[in-house]
């Protein structure tokens, strides 16, 4: 175990956790551990001083989020090695992932929480959350709208920035919203403060309110029309708001079912919206020039601010 991991002990039993399980995943988990600074060590001592104080704190559970995590992984593994061969996501079909996935509260729980421990041990998923910390720096938000909350973290990171925050969290599955409630409830976020709203965002009466943040992470491609959805948020700005949207490129996954097979196609999308881009990044799953990313399907992170155009 590295100096830097073993002066975090917090950290330090989630990776050993986790790697007892899979060595595999230890071995990458300090790779990326190993290269970074005392702001990431901050950071993911912090997270995991949370879960290991709230959620994790029987043996036992701890055992079943590692389990979740490396479970996780070897899905996008399967996936991706299924997406090589065929150049097409394994589902098509939002209703089907709906059934597959999002109605199926072993699948929704195991992969909430492995997702969860992915920003602290995927570089991409890292850098976006910083991205998203460096935004919110700058906002003082007080309508605040989340398109499947999931892990909870970007959630509980615009409460902790914003005291005068009052926000609404839709989710089409019952689950989520539940493994939600619980990491929120576990970082110690003021649920009174929350509206919470269970439907397809597409068609759930939201009334009249407008917001001045709308944080909606891996949400473009687990639906059917992407367009219509984003169309959707950009009507629900302010019109000084911004949305943060992650989303990805030739990336397979158990429910991701609209693909992008490039980059320009994620901000043609964007423009259709009537959005503009104030800032993004565009992060490669493998260290391949951009020149080839489609050509070799690439998995590409991608996240941005965007503003009214």
């Known amino acids: 175990m590295s100096t830097a991991v073993s002066d975090h002990p917090n950290v330090a039993r989630i990776i ?14 300090s790779a990326f551990v190993s290269t970074q600074g005392s702001e990431y060590w ?4 912090s997270l995991s001083r949370t879960l290991n104080e709230r959620l994790l704190r029987s043996d036992e559970s701890a055992q079943e989020a590692a389990r979740s995590y490396n479970r996780m992984c070897m899905d996008f593994v399967n996936e991706q090695i299924r997406f090589k061969k065929t150049g097409r996501y394994s589902l098509d079909d939002a209703a089907v992932a709906h059934d597959e996935v999002y109605s199926r509260p072993d699948v929704m729980r195991y992969y909430m929480i ?9 570089p991409n998923h890292y850098a976006m959350l910083r991205f998203l910390d460096e935004h919110l720096r700058t906002r003082a938000i007080a309508k605040y709208l989340e398109i499947a909350p999931g892990h909870g973290l ?4 615009a409460v902790r920035r914003s005291p005068r925050l009052r926000g609404m969290l839709v989710d089409i599955s019952p689950t989520a919203l539940e493994v939600s409630r619980s990491i929120l409830e576990a970082f110690e976020v ?6 919470v709203v269970r439907g397809d965002f597409l068609e759930v009466d939201l009334g009249e309110t407008e917001f001045d943040f709308i944080s909606m992470g891996e949400v473009l491609e687990h639906v059917n ?12 700005l ?3 708001g911004a949305i943060f949207m992650t989303t990805c490129a030739n ?11 490039n980059v320009r196609e994620i901000r043609e999308l964007i423009a259709k919206a009537g959005l503009a881009i104030g800032a993004e990044m565009a992060l490669p799953s493998e260290p391949f020039p951009e020149e080839v990313w489609e050509r070799e399907l690439v998995t590409i992170n991608y996240c941005c601010i965007l503003t009214p155009a």
């Open 114 to 122: 492995g997702l969860l421990l992915s920003y602290m041990f995927w």
């Open 251 to 261: 990336c397979p996954a158990l429910d991701h079912v609209y693909h992008f097979h």
């Open 238 to 240: 302010t019109p000084d």
């Open 42 to 45: 901050e950071f993911a001592e």
């Open 190 to 195: 003021d649920l009174s403060r929350l509206d």
């Open 16 to 29: 050993e956790i986790i790697g007892r399980q899979n060595p595999l995943q230890r071995k990458r988990i």
């Open 225 to 236: 029309e992407a367009d219509v959805l984003l169309a959707r948020a950009a009507r629900l």
């Open 154 to 157: 970007f959630t509980a990171r």
